[in-house]
């Protein structure tokens, strides 16, 4: 199986771009990443924000890790974007992701992704609402999937969320977004599906595993998020932690689905509070977990 | 003692301004809150930005609820802000509050807050670093606060964390910061201490109680977040779990140094995927509890 991993273990951590490329490639022995959004915030000023942005993708060319698609992290997930109420928020959940887009592209990355959006509690359970909010946001991303090809990305990512205030939660929600958009916008967009999104119980009930998601939107997952969870919250613990998710189950995934290069990316989320040397540990021990998997 | 919320608990929830604010004031039965910017990013497009800020502020008002405060929350968390170890970094931080202060001054809020900056992994480890981006923080800050000034606001806070990587973590990091700061600043410069944060026992040991920043700071907090923790990690669970801190010691004390208008703002911060009633119930169990502590 194909590891890489998503960059979020290593905000406010390991922020020097030489110095986090040699902590990839050196240290943890990794040839492909996800950078997060929470590196490099979109919003920043355009000529500053891409500066930044280029400084990373060159040391990761050089220290010869490929950066396969960025992503949104936490300040990202923070707000509502395209599903949210007011034609207002939605505009900057456009920008958000189109300021993302740009990134990407000064990068010389070929994708990008985040969530769809949330709708408010008051709008989630308003089918109606939830409906025409829908609809304006299918014509807002095929905009933006206009705006990806111009900047010569070649994918969008849609990342499906453990929420039912949130579009798509569900395998079958998903699988709506994908057929909506397919044939509509001018670059291909996939899922990015994270195990313990799939396999949150609280929300998915028996459907909370992925070997469901695997027959409802099989052929639309071209990149996953791995994590380790109890399945009770999105615990984005990493694999030294006991939980559902062993090496085994991941590598039969991968050989029972017959991947080839649809990435795991490694995405562990560590408290702000918790210890640099500590992280740096754990994220080496659990990458000797996964490979002996 | 006086209760206010922080609205970190409402973000992707009850966003709508006028929901919000019914929420907070009948529902929650609170006067007082400090406004996230999880809810309005600082770097959203000015006229935008302030424009969703000015109806937050209006929406507020007209429920009678005070604003004492705007706060950076998660997103802003994220960030490493005037401590990063690039000067292109710091500049970002120091426009970050730059725009915060501009909308906190179009919603004609006085006093806007975070905490002060991260240092990298590597920088924190260096005494030389850290002493250098240190000095360079300390001027930008100076420059914040003739903003402010300007701006017409009255404070700015500062918020102390729970991580040896950052500045200030300890009571005596807070107690030089705001030494360096007093009679340099335009406008008074004070602390918002952390409950949870002070408590913190790996990093503060025997220190870790608010005795303790009351003998060394007391005349510098001007404002406190209240959460429930266990002391092992910067919980921000609420009241209805158990943990170090009770309704009785958060009287106590609240009457033990006389305060009277530092509010004690509650700043829980719920799991995206928590539902929304079971937010909604246990924001009014918790007020319950802490009402009659």
Known sequence: MKLGLNLSFAIKRCIESERLATLVAEDLDTKYVQFTWDLVDPGWPAQTRDALAKDYAKAFKSAGVTVESTFGGLASYTYSHILAPSPELRALGRDHLKNAIDMTAAMEVPAAGMPFGSFSADDALNPARREEIYKEALEIYVGLSRHAKERGLSMLLVEPVPLATEFPSTAADALRLMQDLDGQTDVPVRLCVDWGHAMFEPLFGTDANMD??????????????????????????????????????????????????????????????????????????????????
Chains 1, 2 share one sequence.
Do not use: C, S
């Open 212 to 293: 469901h998601w695997a027959e409802v939107v099989g052929p639309w997952m071209a990149v996953y998020h791995i994590q380790q969870t109890d399945g009770h919250y999105d615990r984005h613990w990493n694999f030294t932690h006991d939980g559902l998710v062993t090496p085994e189950l991941l590598r039969n995934y991968w050989d029972r689905y017959g991947l080839t290069d649809q990435t795991y990316f490694l995405e562990i989320i560590f408290a702000f509070e918790e210890r640099d040397e500590i992280v740096l540990e754990d994220m080496k021990a659990a990458l000797k977990l996964l490979r002996a998997g």
